[in-house]
């Protein structure tokens, strides 16, 4: 499989099938950190030294997310930061799910 960092999240206006489990197994192998939930989205939790790093981080996978046009769920408890990626028009994971996840995962030196 190609790096996933140099691919580009395609519009999906549903009307597609959400990844199969099997296929979503062989996409995390390129995730590192990342686990599925119920094979309905995948999510991972970042933690950092303190809120306004957990921020600077959020700032950053903000700008990603908007370059890209696939936004996660963002969570964030003072320093811990959780994200989950989903492709809710076929409410479930597509490509451009783990397109993200790695883009988001070149942001922390410890995640790739």
Same mark, same amino acid.
């Given at each position: 499989?190609?790096?996933? @960092?140099? +691919? +580009?999240?395609?519009?999906?206006?549903?009307? #597609?099938? *959400?990844?199969?489990? +099997?296929?979503?197994?062989?996409?995390?192998?390129?995730? *590192?950190?990342?686990? @599925?939930?119920?094979?309905?989205? =995948?999510?991972?939790?970042?933690?950092?030294?303190?809120?306004?790093?957990?921020?600077?981080?959020?700032?950053?996978? $903000?700008?990603?997310?908007? *370059?890209?046009?696939?936004?996660?769920?963002?969570? =964030?408890?003072?320093? +811990? #930061?959780?994200?989950?990626? *989903?492709?809710?028009?076929?409410?479930?994971?597509?490509?451009?799910?783990?397109?993200?996840? $790695?883009?988001?995962?070149?942001?922390?030196?410890? $995640?790739?």
């Amino acid at each position: 499989m190609e790096d996933l @960092t140099k +691919k +580009k999240c395609v519009p999906c206006e549903g009307g #597609v099938p *959400s990844f199969e489990p +099997k296929h979503a197994d062989e996409y995390l192998r390129y995730t *590192s950190g990342w686990k @599925t939930v119920d094979y309905k989205s =995948i999510e991972r939790e970042f933690f950092f030294k303190d809120f306004k790093e957990a921020m600077a981080f959020i700032n950053k996978v $903000a700008k990603i997310a908007e *370059s890209e046009g696939h936004h996660p769920d963002i969570y =964030i408890f003072y320093n +811990k #930061v959780r994200l989950a990626n *989903s492709t809710h028009a076929i409410s479930g994971l597509s490509e451009n799910d783990f397109i993200l996840a $790695a883009k988001i995962n070149k942001l922390v030196p410890f $995640a790739s």
